[in-house]
Nanobody, 125 residues
Framework: VQLQASGGGLVQTGGSLRLSCATTGRTWSSRAMGWFRQAPGREREFVAALKWSGGNTYYADSVKGRFTISRDNAKSTLYLQMNSLKPEDTAVYYC???????????????????WGQGTLVTVSS
């Protein structure tokens, strides 16, 4: 399983970005896929997850209403649409895949087996 994140960049406060995560391998047999982020000096934190069966989505409170996680099965790609960006959203964003996780663990980094290389999002004030 390989994950390749892209789409990061520099954006002003209030702007939008869409992150993409191209996937290869057995990713589509995952239990869930998600996005985490890590700001300098801080721990990696949960952003959003998508349960493969049923397509249910889950979000951190800090991004709820602003970010949307989605997938395109035909393109084997996971997306994160980020709107109304704030300076505190600045971080390296990672896409990830969990083969066996249960819903209650979707927000835990340790539940995910595969990680992409990360893409940097910088929101200027």
């Amino acid at each position: 399983v390989q994950l390749q994140a892209s789409g990061g960049g520099l954006v002003q406060t209030g702007g939008s970005l869409r992150l993409s995560c191209a996937t290869t391998g057995r990713t589509w047999s995952s239990r869930a896929m998600g996005w985490f982020r890590q700001a300098p000096g801080r721990e990696r934190e949960f952003v959003a997850a998508l349960k493969w069966s049923g397509g249910n989505t889950y979000y951190a409170d800090s991004v709820k209403g602003r970010f949307t996680i989605s997938r395109d099965n035909a393109k084997s790609t996971l997306y994160l649409q980020m709107n109304s960006l704030k300076p505190e959203d600045t971080a390296v964003y990672y896409c990830t895949s969990a083969m066996h996780a249960i819903v209650s663990s979707f927000s835990t980094p340790g539940a995910y087996e595969y990680w992409g290389q990360g893409t940097l999002v910088t929101v200027s004030s």
